[in-house]
């Protein structure tokens, strides 16, 4: 793909004190891995869901977030709902442990023609399912597109 290649990790580590040792193991792993392209005002994504284990998963949200407003009309994969003015959240469907799931690729209208976006990507865990205290830093990304049409990797 021509282009520049760019990605940056946004890491929040909250550490747990006075936790027992069972309480720091996670359920899952997830990282997201994909592209995010832009030209004048219309965003492509496509992610790939890993759940890097130890346990399966019966289903998992993928929260996106812009920078900039989305339009209000937007036609959206089935399994993507809005959620929010600058948010749209995406089921992963089922994922065994140590397991690829399918692609989500989706295509989203911002208001205006912005020159740049910035995409945060993470997991909309829920408070009764599978978390992962210890590794967020692999399912919360903040990625840069610029309005080039260039694929940005993450």
């Known amino acids: 793909m021509p282009g520049a290649l760019g990605a940056a990790l946004v890491v929040t580590v909250a550490p747990l004190t006075h936790a027992p040792a069972s309480a720091l193991a996670p359920d899952t792993r997830l990282a997201y891995h994909g592209s995010v392209a832009m030209t004048a005002g219309i965003v492509d994504v496509r992610l790939t869901p ?16 812009w920078s900039a407003p989305l339009t209000d009309r937007q036609r959206l ?7 929010g003015a600058r948010t749209v959240i995406c089921g992963t469907g089922p994922l065994a442990a140590d397991a690829t799931g399918a692609e989500i690729a989706l295509r989203v209208r911002l208001r205006g023609a912005p020159a740049e976006v910035h995409l945060d990507i993470d997991t909309a865990w ?3 399912g599978p978390t992962d205290r210890r590794h967020h830093h692999e399912d919360r990304l903040r990625v840069l597109a610029l309005d080039t049409g260039d694929a940005y990797a993450f």
């Not at 890993?50 to 977030?65: D, K, M």
């Open 50 to 65: 890993h759940n890097r284990g130890p346990r399966p998963v019966t289903a998992a949200t993928v929260r996106l977030r």
């Open 126 to 128: 829920r408070g009764d």
């Open 77 to 83: 994969p089935d399994g993507c709902a809005r959620a």
